[in-house]
């Protein structure tokens, strides 16, 4: 760090941003005024880095890699800045002088929610650690107007409220018009021959100008400052005098509306495809829109469009970037003039592809219909990539027209993504080595057959200095005082901390700051809740999206197992337990929300026992969200990892908690066998299913949950409690339907897809050793520790750096500012 303010600097800043903004002197200032002087002032400082950076990645002609997703989910960034920056201490001490605080501050930004969960963090903590490791990186997105929703909770209920992250401007975009492009949409293909040649002229489209806002991603105190960039859509036509002339007032008044809707939301589908039209559009924007841009970049220093790959690769996040594959062959064979081996070589060593879910239900399928409708020229390229892929498969298995069936890119009038994806790239990964085992094994296998050395997998990761060094600084000021700071930016290092594991005072002092991480929890839920919680307690957590393979229907209905035994059993005791759950469910999710009404029902009745003593208490935490995340990890005991073996492609938040010293309780899935591994089974809660007897299960049939419920009266009981009332008086069959997914066939005719009855019993006793084992304080500290101390394999900065090596190949650069430039 070369260019440093001082206290006085920063505070001289904040004062003069807030007489150019808002004409006022910092006394007269609200927070939200602060806030965004603040922020201008970190800007400031930023902007010069920036430009070294982007200087340096130009004098040295680095490849870059775009990281195309639909989702960055970044949550809110002046904190993060300002300790990148390393100017943490002067910017807290110059706002105290002038009169206010930093957190509250910080709690003026909105938390920008540009994704949904797990895949859209995920894209956020790679862009992190990118940055930090000094790569050469674009993050490619969409600028929705409105993020994910904000969640209320009323009577129960889960209500969605529009997120307007952008009502007040928001102080680190910046607008850069000079980079903008027009992206076409429907109309027709016309071919005319030329030089003996087809030529494909579109016409008769729609089109809107895509304009790019950048946001800063700084790395950490290393001067490297990325870009995410993210599309906005503007009409291309305006309502000039001259188009009311001639009659177009229809074809503007379209294209205004076009613009105005295609990036107007995030669809707030986790694990999920809907196959909304809007929705294909929106990833054609962005897509084509950033493609064009890369290629316009790379042609400002290169001529060979045919090397492309040596100085640009596209990483495509899961299949909702998938038009990538045809949007690059459309510009380099319509627009650049290759023919198409040399087009499709091209294309095939510049785009990789990550999945991340094997849930059927996610699966993109686009109707062909639809699909060619909107984009004729690029569906075109589409049926001549997929032509020569069926003639190739019938060329490796001659005769064999199921493999055909199996695998065609455009079948059943459909185009399948990811089928295209993997065609279309060179890399195809999964995201936890389970999971990468069963795509290999069961979902692609043909395709791993056909083109083994394509797949390969890379275990997801989370950044430490937002989980960490940022949402719990009690604990990071401890661990640096331990053991030094590199685990800052080398996370293996911190298992240095197993030094400390027999040494009771640290432990102590380790359990010491979870009490008050814990009790700084607890005031939060009071006040956001008004339920009060024992920090005493046990803090047993799940926060995710709500999905029924996730479980949290599991979870509830132990509580309610709990709950009867304590009112039930005189013999039964347990050490008092703060059940949390936090998490949102898709708008047109029903069972989902029904989920949420059930968990805030037992909530309601549990909470107001007094005959229990408070020895449970439930809580859900409206509006989980990555701000309060933060709180809540470092706050942690118990994380609830509880999945249906086989479902959960990998999970970070599981690394979020350990990071934080929460012993795991979870199945078999996802990455918390790689956890399990690091940390030795006898310090995790292991439950359930494994994976290959969930699928022997699905494939073969022989699960009956009504043998489960005849037989085991605690489990009826539970089961009756959701049809007869107990927690709902007021509407006794609220939550039949429930009742009913878990013991009678659906439309697949299996019953209680995801296990949960079946798992119930090994679930249950999982509790009972958590319940034994937090009992005896100095064994838990010391297994919390190690949770801690063993995480070092989960940081994203590992991840990325594998993917560089195997997939990106990316340079390193350093960027080196001139002594105090201002
Ligand atoms: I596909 N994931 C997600 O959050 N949204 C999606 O639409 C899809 C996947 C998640 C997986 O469910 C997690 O297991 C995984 O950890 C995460 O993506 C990041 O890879």
Request: glycine residues 6%; hydrophobic residues 40%.
């Amino acid at each position: 760090m070369n260019k440093r303010l001082s206290k006085s600097e920063f505070k001289a800043a904040i004062e003069s941003n807030i007489k150019t903004l808002y004409r006022k002197t910092i006394d007269e200032a609200t927070v939200d005024q602060v806030f965004q002087a603040v922020s201008y002032a970190v800007k400031d400082i930023i902007i010069d880095e920036w430009i070294a950076t982007h200087d340096e990645y130009e004098k040295q002609d680095v490849k870059v890699l775009y990281y195309m997703s639909m989702e960055f989910l970044i949550g809110r960034t002046l904190g993060n800045n300002i300790i990148n920056i390393g100017a943490i201490k002067e910017v807290r001490e110059a706002l105290s002088e002038l009169g206010f605080d930093l957190n509250a501050v910080e709690d003026k930004e909105p938390d920008p929610a540009l994704g949904n969960g797990g895949l859209g963090r995920l894209a956020a903590c790679f862009l992190d650690s990118l940055a930090t490791l000094g790569y050469p990186a674009y993050g490619c997105g969409i600028r929705y107007r409105y993020g994910m929703f904000k969640q209320k909770i009323e009577k129960g209920y889960q209500v969605e409220v529009p997120d307007e992250w952008l009502k007040n401007p928001y102080p680190f975009e910046m607008k850069r018009p000079e980079y903008a492009y027009e992206v076409k949409f429907g109309g027709n293909v016309r071919v005319e021959k030329k030089d003996g040649k087809d030529v494909f002229i579109h016409e008769n489209y729609n089109s809107v100008r895509a304009v790019p806002y950048d946001l800063p991603i700084l790395g950490y105190k290393n001067n490297v400052v990325n870009s995410l960039r993210i599309w906005d859509a503007e009409a291309i036509t305006n309502f000039s005098l001259e188009h009311f002339d001639r009659g177009e007032y229809q074809m503007a008044v379209e294209q205004e509306n076009l613009a105005r809707t295609i990036v107007e939301v995030l669809y707030p589908n986790d694990n999920h495809y809907a196959g909304k039209e809007l929705r294909l559009k929106q990833q054609y924007f962005f897509i084509s829109a950033s493609i064009q841009r890369a290629i316009a970049r790379y042609k400002e220093k290169h001529n060979d469009i045919k090397k492309l790959h040596e100085k640009v690769v596209f990483q495509m996040n899961d299949t909702h970037p998938t038009v990538a594959v045809p949007e690059l062959m459309r510009i380099l064979l319509d627009e650049e003039g290759l023919n198409w081996d040399d087009a499709w070589a091209v294309t095939t060593k510049t785009c990789a592809y990550t999945n991340h879910t094997i849930m059927s239900e996610a699966l993109e399928k686009w109707p062909i219909d639809l699909f060619s409708r909107l984009l004729p020229r690029i569906y075109q390229i589409v049926e001549e990539i997929n032509r020569r892929f069926v003639e190739s498969i019938k060329k490796a298995y001659p005769g064999n027209e199921e493999k055909v069936a199996d695998m065609a890119i455009l079948y059943n009038n459909q185009v399948r993504m990811a089928y295209m994806a993997i065609v279309g790239s060179f890399s195809v990964n999964g995201v936890a080595r389970l999971h990468t085992e069963i795509l290999k094994k069961q979902e692609l296998k043909d395709f791993y057959l056909m083109m083994p050395e394509k797949f390969n997998n890379k275990t997801n990761g989370i950044t430490q200095r937002r989980f960490l060094l940022h949402a719990n600084e009690l604990l990071a000021d401890w661990v640096s005082k331990k053991i030094g700071s590199d685990w800052i930016c080398n996370l293996s290092a911190i298992s240095k901390l197993k030094d400390y594991l027999d040494d009771e005072k640290a432990a102590m002092e380790f359990m010491d700051i979870k009490h008050r991480n814990k009790v700084r929890l607890a005031a939060y839920i009071k006040e956001h809740n008004n339920i009060e919680v024992d920090p005493d307690s046990i803090f047993d957590i799940q926060v995710k999206r709500l999905h029924e393979y996730k479980r949290q229907l599991l979870n509830i209905l132990h509580v309610m197992y709990l709950y009867n035994k304590l009112k039930d059993d005189d013999g039964f005791d347990m050490y008092p337990r703060t059940f949390i759950f936090g998490a949102k469910a898709a708008a047109g999710y029903r069972r989902a929300k029904l989920t949420i009404k059930l968990i805030n029902s037992v909530a309601d009745v549990i909470n107001n026992d007094s005959s229990i003593n408070g020895k449970i208490k439930v809580v859900f935490i409206e509006d989980y969200k990555v701000s309060n995340a933060e709180i809540i990890f470092a706050a942690a005991d118990v994380s609830e990892q509880i999945s249906t073996a086989s479902k959960e492609a990998s999970g970070t938040g599981n690394m979020k908690f350990m990071l934080n010293g929460a012993i795991t309780l979870g199945t078999m899935d996802g990455a918390n066998v790689e956890i399990v591994e690091e940390v030795g089974k006898d310090n995790a809660f292991i439950f359930g299913l494994s994976s290959d007897e969930v699928i022997k299960y699905e494939k073969d049939g022989g699960y009956d949950p009504l043998e489960i419920f005849n037989k085991d009266s605690e489990i009826r009981k539970v089961l009756m409690q959701l049809t007869n009332g107990y927690f709902s008086a007021e509407n006794p069959g609220m939550f039949k339907e429930i009742y009913d997914s878990l013991l009678y066939p659906d439309e697949g005719g299996r019953a209680d897809i995801y296990f949960i009855l079946k798992d119930f019993n090994s679930y249950a006793q999982a509790h009972e050793r958590i319940d034994k084992a937090y009992q005896n304080k100095k064994a838990w500290a010391r297994m919390a520790l190690l949770q801690t101390a063993s995480c070092g394999k989960f940081s994203s900065d590992r991840t990325i750096e594998e993917y560089v090596r195997d997939i990106w190949h990316l340079k390193k650069v350093e960027v080196k500012m001139p002594k105090n430039s201002k």
